[in-house]
């Protein structure tokens, strides 16, 4: 079975550009969260959706957004990038928004930002 | 805030040397306490979830168990492919807080 799977794999963009990651999620799984990984640290949550709706959201600035489609696919897109954006973006799907259901994450996207 | 602390940050065992991995933890509502393994250049990898104090589950060579404050992960008789990023996060509403991980090098 495929387990959770992002694109671009890696990804390289200037200050101040757009970017928008893309994520599809484990046959039957409804549920679609990202998270930002800096080097060296935890996972930090971004956003979840559960059934194309937003459950949750990080401490993250406007310049992130995300949505879900009717396939349960995902999109996190982040404007006005940073230098401080540069991280690794995963992304990760559960059956359902609950604690039933464990999040299965995806390899990730490594975007730097020069 | 939910708050998760891992000690120590990078732990260096000869093969077959036991020992254990600490998460403390600060949440209002625990709803589920999580481990993952995570390699390099990899997403990380569910090992365990535990719901409350007392419980424990095993996978192999890893035994995680959960107090009121804190969660161990105990790793016995370590071979070089238990060398990864270990990983304790909480449950709260939604999301998941993740401490910044504990480096296991296990050396044959």
């Known amino acids: 079975d495929a387990g959770v799977t992002q694109s671009p794999t890696h990804l390289i963009k200037t200050r101040g550009q757009h970017v928008t990651l893309r994520c599809s999620p484990i046959?039957?799984?409804?549920?679609v969260s990202w998270y930002q990984q800096v080097l060296g640290q935890g996972p930090q949550f971004i956003f979840q959706?559960?059934?194309?709706?937003?459950?949750g959201r990080g401490n993250f600035p406007d310049r992130f957004s995300a949505r879900q489609f009717p396939n349960y696919s995902s999109e996190l897109n982040v404007n006005a990038l940073l230098l401080g954006d540069s991280a690794l973006y995963l992304c990760?799907?559960?059956?359902?928004?609950?604690?039933?259901?464990?999040?299965?994450f995806g390899n990730g996207t490594r975007l730097t930002v020069t | 805030e939910d708050q998760v602390t891992q000690s120590p940050e990078a732990l260096r065992l000869q093969e077959g040397e036991s020992s254990s991995l600490n998460c403390s933890y600060t949440?209002?509502?625990?709803?589920?306490l999580f481990w993952y393994r995570q390699d390099p250049g990899k997403g990380p990898e569910f090992l365990f979830t535990?719901?409350?104090a007392g419980e424990e589950k095993e996978k192999e060579r890893l035994k995680a168990t959960l107090t009121k404050k804190e969660s161990f992960l105990h790793i016995t008789a370590p071979k070089p492919e238990d060398s990864a990023t270990y990983l304790c996060?909480?449950?709260?509403?939604?999301?998941?807080?993740f401490g910044e991980g504990t480096q296991l090098t296990v050396n044959p």
């Open positions: 990760a799907s559960s059956l359902v928004g609950t604690e039933d259901s464990p999040l299965h």
């Open positions: 046959s039957g799984h409804k549920s």
């Open positions: 959706y559960y059934e194309k709706e937003e459950r």
């Open positions: 949440v209002s509502g625990l709803r589920g």
């Open positions: 535990l719901y409350s």
């Open positions: 996060a909480v449950l709260s509403g939604s999301r998941l807080t």
